[in-house]
DNA sequence: GACAAAAATGAATAGCTATTCATTAACCTG
DNA sequence: CAGGTTAATGAATAGCTATTCATTTTTGTC
């Protein structure tokens, strides 16, 4: 069994485990036993249990970045990237909801520790939404008067914040395309009549 | 001394403590240190670890909502009450700086268990903004086009997220005044030119 | 100021769990 | 397939901390 098998093996049961129970709750035992896999092993491919998350993390994040950049490749439109890019988002929800729900919470849960790691895989993927932004001002699409720093923020806080929606309601009172389409038409068009 | 005072003592206390070291990382023995009481009182006035964290949401949320409320009322055109809330919003992070970052972590922190327990009083509070677009919508101001529930949504999650980076960030690149008006132009008239 | 009731104390309990490491199993390779 | 190297195991350790409750202190009343 090559290396990587077992350490993607207890990263995808450590998402499972952290998704259902929170990441203090969960046991490093939950963990290995999802994995099948001794105790002891975890400890040969991970530091500690903020290890695991922050691999976790950056391994997952890693991956998204990969195809939502390579999603917007296909489009120039600013407007539809920004749509093509909220979708994408929720669309975790849909594929990977133990992942999306871990990406999420643990976010926010460990702010306190991550306060001293630099989130780097974060901040390049919300920095995707600044770039889509900072063209669409170039090519004179998008009003030069909103800060692509502020509106990245914005944006990304409002996707999360749905996603939140989906993990805590059973039946969210919206789907995911049509939640896609209002925020990419809040944030192009904005509430004004 | 009255029982309020003992109580509401430990809450303050509560709350720096929870801001500085999480919720899962805080003890009871340093919330009695900072309340200056013992460990045994806070059961006296609060049933376990999560019932401090849920009355403490539940008092503090309830007294944001009242204030907010009646600032609001001295406005009634629903862009500037956007403005006002969003403004006020983020005026806590200056003024109460660790039960900013209480209730913008725990908030998350704790869906785990806040899945069981039915969060009314944060339903309340972004229920301010969606009684806002709804009224707009009203009187024509804003476009009937987009749901108030997901706006409602998107807008806190954007207040959330900006509070996200000035937590997080000993230096942000922005003020909160700046933030405020931006974001509310965000809202209203969206980026497209 | 004596007595009872209420409030507060903080040491002891009880239970949990991350991490280690001596031992065992699996894998190479010549 | 022997011998050595690497990987995996899981029981034991070590340390932590929420909660309890027997005891003490404070308060209020006559």
Redesign the pocket.
């Known amino acids: 069994?090559r290396?990587s098998d077992?350490h993607s093996k207890i990263t995808q049961a450590a998402v499972k485990v952290f998704a259902h129970k929170g990441f203090f709750?969960?046991?490093?035992?939950?963990i290995a036993k999802e994995a099948?896999?001794?105790?002891?092993?975890?400890?040969?491919?991970f530091n500690?249990?903020?290890d695991i998350l922050i691999s976790l993390f950056e391994d997952e994040i890693g991956k998204i970045i990969l195809q939502v950049k390579l999603l917007l490749e296909e489009e120039s439109d600013p407007g539809q990237q920004l749509y093509i890019f909220a979708l994408h988002h929720l669309k975790l929800l849909e594929e990977k909801k133990d992942l999306a729900e871990v990406l999420q919470m643990e976010l926010r849960q460990s702010n306190k520790f991550m306060k001293e790691y630099r989130n780097t895989k974060f901040i390049e993927y919300i920095d995707i939404i600044s770039a889509i932004i900072h063209q669409g001002q170039e090519n004179g699409d998008f009003s030069k008067d909103i800060s692509p720093g502020i509106a990245k923020r914005a944006i990304f806080g409002a996707l999360d914040e749905m996603s939140r929606l989906w993990i805590l309601d059973e039946n969210p009172p919206y789907t995911l395309d049509d939640t896609a389409k209002q925020l990419s038409r809040l944030f192009l068009q904005g509430l004004a009549n």
Chains 1, 2 share one sequence.
């Open positions: 069994m290396i077992k709750n969960a046991r490093i035992s939950d099948k896999v001794a105790d002891g092993t975890i400890y040969l491919y500690n249990k903020y």
